[in-house]
Each structure stands twice: as structure tokens, then as C-alpha cells.
């Protein structure tokens, strides 16, 4: 990554009231490096981590505007290379994140990725996520994933009352979200905000936004 890629990860990280804001922009280097190098073992292709990773990592922070400023128990869902849940596990710290992934090699690179980073607060779980309903995390996370109405169901059962589902979204949701709250309300959420970061974030695409649901 270019000096300039770093100093926009670092900015976003200030922004977001992140301390130590350049060590931990160099521990994302390291794990864009080490995502870079298993993508064709582990089938981690993404379209953003090919055209521009930096700002992958920038829209990945993004969450942490929406997420409150104390400790919380976080789950990530269909976690894939962690894109998502390892950056906000670097950003962090105080965060104990559980990231979920079915697949055998991915989950075996999250596994690597957080033991050699030293994420002592990322556990990584091999599973559907169904199989951790019950468990009353403060936050889930998601990038990319499947349609509002059906992550919904996954991510509402994970979350303890007054929860929050955050979903970073890659395309436009206008649509989706108007067909997804009725099928949202029945499982028990609300969605509260929708945000689209191209407001907030220069560079990014109109379509990209966060979507936060909470579990009434």
C-alpha cells in the first residue's frame, strides 16, 4: 500500500476517536499483506480489496460511528477474509469479537490472521451462526452479506435486547429495506438508520451504506 493508502486509514481512524491511530494502521498493513498473499488458497476474492483496499478498510471503520464508545460483545457473520471483523478488532481492543465462518479455510485463515496479529479479543468460531442464537452480543456485524429480510433472521436471535445489527451494504438498499421491515418487525427489530457513506466518505460509491437494525 502507498504512503498516501496509510495516511487515509489513519485519518479514518482519528476521525472515528481511535488512539494509537499509526500502530494500528501498520498491524492493517500487516493483515492486508497476509490476506493479499492466502486469497487463491482460501477463496477470499473481493471486488473492493482488488480495485482500492484502503478504502475497503475505511468503509469497514465506518461501523464504529454507529456502535457507542464502551465495551461490547460483537459477533461478525459470515466473517469471510475479516475484512470487516478484523479491522474493527485492531480498532478495537476493547471489543470481544466473536467472527463466525462455516467455510474450513477461511476460518482457518481468520484463525492465523488473529494469532499472528496478536487479537487476543477475536475468537473465531466454524459454524452457521444460527448455532450461536441465545447468546445476547451487544452488536452484529456484517459486510456484504445476504438480503436484509433474510440476515435479519440470523443476526436479531444472536443479539440480547436493545442490541444493534449493522449491516455494510455494497449496493444500493432503498428497496431492500422497504421489502425487508415487515419481515424485520416479525423477528422482533426496527430498522433505525440508514446511512449512505458517500456523505461522510470521499471516494465512496453512492451505493455504499450502513444499514442498523435494532432488536426491540
Known amino acids: 500500500m502507498r504512503a498516501d493508502n496509510m495516511e487515509e486509514i489513519v485519518g479514518a481512524l482519528k476521525t472515528a476517536g481511535v ?3 499509526e500502530e494500528k494502521t501498520g498491524v492493517i498493513k500487516r493483515y492486508l499483506e497476509m490476506l493479499q498473499g492466502k ?21 469497514s471503520l465506518s ?4 456502535s457507542g464508545r464502551g ?3 460483537v459477533v461478525e457473520v459470515g466473517s469471510g477474509g ?16 466473536t467472527m463466525v465462518e462455516s467455510k474450513g479455510r477461511k476460518a482457518a485463515f481468520l484463525a492465523e490472521a488473529a494469532g499472528s496479529l496478536g487479537l487476543g479479543n477475536v475468537k473465531v468460531v466454524k459454524a452457521r451462526a444460527q448455532s450461536l442464537a441465545g447468546s445476547g452480543f451487544d452488536m452484529c456485524v456484517s459486510r456484504a452479506a445476504g438480503r436484509l429480510s433474510d440476515m435479519a433472521g440470523v443476526a436479531l436471535p444472536l443479539l440480547r435486547t436493545g442490541g444493534k445489527y449493522v449491516a455494510l451494504k455494497q449496493r444500493d438498499v432503498a428497496g431492500e429495506v422497504e421489502a425487508a421491515a415487515g419481515a424485520i418487525g416479525s423477528r422482533g427489530g426496527k430498522i433505525t438508520a440508514v446511512i449512505g457513506l458517500s456523505e461522510h466518505i ?6 455504499v451504506s450502513l444499514v442498523v437494525i435494532e432488536k426491540m
Not at 39 to 59: F, K
Not at 84 to 93: I, M, Q, S
Not at 202 to 207: A, D, H, I, T
Open 71 to 73: 465495551r461490547a460483545k
Open 19 to 21: 488512539g494509537s491511530a
Open 39 to 59: 486469497r487463491q488458497w482460501a477463496g477470499l476474492a473481493s471486488r473492493s480489496l482488488s480495485e482500492d483496499p484502503a478504502r475497503a478498510v475505511v468503509e
Open 63 to 66: 461501523v464504529l460511528a454507529v
Open 202 to 207: 470521499e471516494g465512496v460509491p453512492e451505493s
Open 82 to 97: 475479516g475484512l470487516l471483523g478484523v479491522v474493527l478488532a485492531v480498532a478495537r481492543p476493547d471489543w470481544e469479537l
